[in-house]
Structure formats: C-alpha cells, structure tokens
C-alpha cells in the first residue's frame, strides 16, 4: 500500500468513523481542506469507503417523505427516540442539519426557547465559517446565558455575531410594548430578522416545561387561564389553538418579538421539536404552515402521522 493510500484512508477514518470535521482533519494532518476534499471524493469512487442503507435507515427516509407530504414541509430530519436528554439529541440533529446548509456569512434567527439554545450550543462547536445569529425576541438575560460557555474560536475565523434584541420578552403593557417596538435600537434588530438566511425555533406545549414558564415570564395562574382560552402551543411566546391560530390574550399585546403572522414569511423556518408533550402542538403548528423544516424524532414523526 503506498503513502498515498493510506492517507486517503486515515483521512476516511476520521471523516467517516470518528466524526471529525474536514477543518479538524486538516488541523491534525497538516494537510489542506481542499486536499480533504478530494481525497474523500477518491476514497468513495475508488470504493474505500462504501455506503449501505441499513432497515432502520429506510424506515427513517419513509417517516421524513411521509411528512414531507402530510404537511407540505421543504424537508425533514428524523433521528431516533432516546429515553435519556431527547431535546439535547434533537438538538445536536438541528446543528448538524443547518452546519451543512451554511455559506460563509450567513444569518440565523433564533427563537426564544431551550431547545433552540441547545441547538445553537452545539453548531457554535463545529462551525468553520462565519456566521451571525439574531434574536426573534426580546430576553437578553435568556439570550446572554444561552450564548455563556459557547466554544472561544481561534483567530483563523470570525468569531459569530451575536444580535440581540435590547429589551425584556415581556413588558407591563401594550402601550409600552408599542413604544419598544419603535425604539430604533429594537427596531433595528427585528429588521435584520426580515433578511436572515435561516429562521430556528422551538415548539412548547402549554405546561411547565414551556420556556416562557421555566424562566418566570409568566406565572402557572396565567398558563392555566392561557389552556382555558383553548392554547394548545406557542412559538416565539406566542400561544395558539388546535389549528395554529393564535388565541386572544393580554400576554401577546405585551410581547416583543416577531408576530407569527410575520414568521411564515421568513426563509427556511427550521422547528426543532419533539416528545409525547408536544405532539398536538407540533401538530397545529405544521397544519397552520409556520414551518418549513420538520426536525424531530422517530416517535414524534410516527405519532404526527397518525393523527
């Protein structure tokens, strides 16, 4: 076996077996991202490295086509159902998914959610190009400790850009929720958000798992009255009923954060979602057209096709 090839297989080794990025490779071999590149190219038209589709691996392509086609969604990515930190595997899916979308300097707007949070954690790991995130929202105490601990870049690549709305996500009234909106410094953040390559947000059940209930934005009495006035999700802190129609509520007149309305009209909507709680929620989300990108897992995308 000569150098050549064997390099071609160590290179086809850690792409493949171990996980590790082009960069990383290129990192630990010394070697060019374009020589990586074509490199992996030759270990599979060479058959070094061949490629089978195991039963599971159908059973997952079906769920992803199946709702692809119930829902109109752009595309899907199911992974398997694990008992132990499902969101944290949805999440790692969610980073993967859009890590191989991303050109360099592109934007992504991030929804207020735990999920999503996850989800950014895990791209900011791997990213090798850069990239800017926006928040939907206000909540820059939830946004500043979600972006805590995020991976520190070396001085080859941008570090990512990080806007975030100045304001809380909710305020003591309309009038000055109205008044915020106006704010240039506000403003300015939620027109960015009208321009972004990619859209990431969370679906939550009404319960208190919710976000919005686990960092106090509201109290379990407001989320009791939220259910009796028929809210069966919310997206962006915003609550809607069985068919995705937002439900009327004091709580959104004093929210800062991108209506609902305006969110299918972003690009690329990716909701990143999934377990038994947030079935229905999930459901009349994709029903009510506010998604584009579906990513969840193996028993969520079974239990939506059933209903």
């Given at each position: 076996?000569?150098?050549?090839?064997?390099?071609?297989?160590?290179?086809?080794?850690?792409?493949?077996?171990?996980?590790?990025?082009?960069?990383?490779?290129?990192?630990?071999?010394?070697?060019?991202?374009?020589?990586?590149?074509?490199?992996?190219?030759?270990?599979?038209s060479h058959g070094i490295v061949k490629f089978s589709v195991r039963a599971n691996g159908e059973k997952k392509m079906n769920l992803e086509r199946q709702l692809m086609d119930k829902y109109g969604l752009n595309d899907t990515y199911v992974v398997p159902t694990t008992e132990y930190n499902l969101n944290k595997t949805?999440?790692?899916?969610?980073?993967?998914?859009?890590?191989?979308?991303?050109?360099?300097n592109s934007y992504i707007n991030v929804g207020y959610g735990e999920t999503v949070s996850h989800a950014i954690r895990y791209l900011t790991s791997f990213l090798e190009v850069p990239v800017s995130f926006v928040s939907l929202s206000g909540g820059v105490t939830f946004y500043a400790s979600s972006m805590?601990?995020?991976?520190?870049?070396?001085?080859?690549?941008?570090?990512?850009?990080f806007f975030i709305v100045p304001s809380p996500l909710i305020v003591s009234s309309q009038g000055l929720a109205e008044q915020l909106l106006q704010e240039r410094s506000v403003k300015e953040i939620l027109d960015m958000t009208e321009l972004s390559d990619y859209t990431v947000i969370g679906v939550g059940a009404p319960d208190r798992t919710a976000t919005i209930m686990k960092t106090n934005q509201i109290s379990e009495n407001d989320l009791i009255l939220l259910k009796m006035n028929g809210a069966i999700g919310d997206i962006l802190s915003q609550f809607y009923d069985k068919d995705g129609n937002k439900i009327n509520s004091d709580l959104h007149q004093r929210l800062i954060t991108v209506q609902l309305e305006k969110l299918k009209e972003k690009k690329n909507v990716i909701a990143v979602a999934g377990g038994p709680s947030k079935i229905e929620s999930i459901n009349a989300a994709l029903k009510a057209g506010?998604?584009?990108?579906?990513?969840?897992?193996?028993?969520?995308?079974?239990?939506?096709l059933t209903l």
């Open positions: 076996m000569d150098l050549e090839q064997n390099l071609i297989i160590k290179i086809a080794w850690y792409y493949y077996m171990e996980g590790m990025t082009q960069k990383q490779i290129s990192d630990k071999l010394n070697i060019s991202r374009m020589k990586i590149v074509k490199y992996l190219e030759t270990a599979r949805i999440a790692k899916a969610a980073a993967q998914y859009i890590e191989g979308k991303l050109t360099p805590a601990g995020m991976r520190n870049f070396d001085n080859s690549m941008d570090l990512p850009k506010y998604i584009d990108i579906m990513i969840t897992d193996e028993c969520t995308a079974e239990s939506l």
